[in-house]
């Protein structure tokens, strides 16, 4: 399935969304450059609100214009649609790939994804990155795809960017606690290459 997801959305979209991530992490690197003792004291709920609006921002900036997206942006509501096929949200996801949110009407419908009703359905998908808490670092833009669960992934890939991570890479996630270790599944990446990561808050 996340092959068909990549190939429905395109390679423009694909490298976008890396991109918004990856430019929102050179924003955080500057801001905590700049503010190092605001950014060392920034509550986590402050900390992630800054890093989603320059997520955001960027990726509004970079297909505005684009004839196959859309975006709503009505606070608290921010979701950039890829025709109908796709909905996407911006998160931090933790080591683990789960992802927090109030538990509003809104969030629960959207973790859910709808049925396929007389063949249209809407994907809903998290675009984002995970948290390094040991530095308090961003670590690389990912997107995945769960249904019903904030805290399980049915996949997760990590985005290629322009400047030159590949992308490509699925790694399910199993609950955490005593158990196998998930698999690694390959897919092919944009420049049609391979390759394999392991994969491990909001």
């Known amino acids: 399935m996340p092959e068909e997801v990549f190939d429905r959305i395109g ?3 694909t490298l976008a ?17 700049v503010f190092p003792e605001h950014a060392a004291t920034d509550a986590a709920r402050v900390r992630f609100g800054w890093i989603h609006d320059r997520m955001w921002t960027r990726i509004k900036a970079s297909l ?9 942006d009505r606070d608290p509501i921010h979701d950039m649609w890829i025709r109908s096929d796709f909905r996407i949200r911006f998160k931090v996801h933790s080591l683990t790939c789960a992802v927090r949110s109030y538990p509003t009407t809104s969030a629960l419908e959207f973790i859910c994804q ?4 007389f063949g249209v359905s809407t994907i809903n998908l998290i675009a984002g ?19 019903g669960s904030f805290d399980e992934v049915l996949w997760m890939v990590t985005l290629p960017t322009t400047g030159g991570a590949s992308g490509g890479i699925v790694a399910p996630i199993v609950p955490v ?7 690694i599944i390959e897919v092919p990446a944009l420049d049609g290459t391979k390759d394999a990561e392991e994969a491990g808050d909001s």
């Open 11 to 13: 390679d423009k979209i």
């Open 17 to 33: 969304l890396g991109d918004a991530v990856e430019g929102a992490r050179d924003d955080y690197q500057a801001y905590r450059s």
């Open 64 to 72: 505005d214009d684009h004839p196959d997206v859309s975006f709503v």
């Open 114 to 117: 709808e049925p396929d009703l």
């Open 129 to 147: 990155y995970e948290w390094l808490p040991d530095v308090q670092e961003m670590g690389d833009p990912i997107l995945s795809l769960r249904d």
């Open 177 to 183: 606690g005593d158990g196998p270790a998930a698999p």
